[in-house]
T-cell receptor
Framework: AQSVTQLGSHVSVSEGALVLLRCNYSSSVPPYLFWYVQYPNQGLQLLLKYTTGATLVKGINGFEAEFKKSETSFHLTKPSAHMSDAAEYFCAALIQGAQKLVFGQGTRLTINP | ETGVTQTPRHLVMGMTNKKSLKCEQHLGHNAMYWYKQSAKKPLELMFVYSLEERVENNSVPSRFSPECPNSSHLFLHLHTLQPEDSALYLC????????????FGPGTRLTVT
């Protein structure tokens, strides 16, 4: 069965530091992959997605993620954290042709001034 | 209105009440979803509708009853809920059920007393 694992339920970085949120998936077929962000009392907002083609994907707010098939990973990065990046981040996977988007458990990102 | 809207944003109800959550998407999508988001738990998919037909029902208790009168509107009818049903209920839509990113509404924060 397909699953998504996010390493670390809580990540804390200093303002201006590198942000790295880890996501691994388990699937025999490379899925479509997504990162969503959820700010307090709001729904999920799509940050970026990988379907096919270039493995380095750029999203909104300066975030990017790289699909690595050999490592079954899709880690999210941002070179320099901003206070406004504090939120919960969800990685999700969708098998091509399937109806169900499988979510990881989420990572809460805290930015220290 | 743009995107996906949900009403009400907050709802407090007793265990014997009957209430309904409403979701509307203004994106011209063909698929709609209900999710439950509880504290410290992964996002749980409850129902999936494609072109107003229910295509997935993830063993959700019968006290939750979805309704999709057209491709733009989705309801979740609630009756005789339990305190453990308190959660954030998120609605989402996508172009189709397969292989497309989902767009989320802001959610309804439900408290069952």
């Amino acid at each position: 069965a397909q699953s998504v694992t996010q390493l670390g339920s809580h990540v804390s970085v200093s303002e201006g530091a590198l942000v790295l949120l880890r996501c691994n998936y388990s699937s025999s077929v490379p899925p479509y992959l997504f990162w969503y962000v959820q700010y307090p009392n709001q729904g999920l907002q799509l940050l970026l997605k990988y379907t096919t083609g270039a493995t380095l994907v750029k999203g909104i707010n300066g975030f990017e993620a790289e699909f690595k098939k050999s490592e079954t990973s899709f880690h999210l990065t941002k070179p320099s954290a901003h206070m406004s990046d504090a939120a919960e981040y969800f990685c999700a996977a969708l098998i091509q042709g399937a109806q169900k988007l499988v979510f990881g458990q989420g990572t809460r990102l805290t930015i220290n001034p | 209105e743009t995107g996906v809207t949900q009403t009400p944003r907050h709802l407090v109800m007793g265990m014997t009440n009957k209430k309904s959550l409403k979701c509307e998407q203004h994106l011209g999508h063909n698929a709609m979803y209900w999710y439950k988001q509880s504290a410290k738990k992964p996002l749980e998919l409850m129902f999936v509708y494609s072109l107003e037909e229910r295509v997935e029902n993830n063993s959700v208790p019968s006290r939750f009853s979805p309704e999709c009168p057209n491709s733009s509107h989705l309801f979740l009818h609630l009756h005789t809920l339990q305190p453990e049903d308190s959660a954030l209920y998120l609605c989402a839509s996508s172009q189709d059920v397969s292989g497309y990113e989902q767009y989320f509404g802001p959610g309804t924060r439900l408290t069952v007393t």
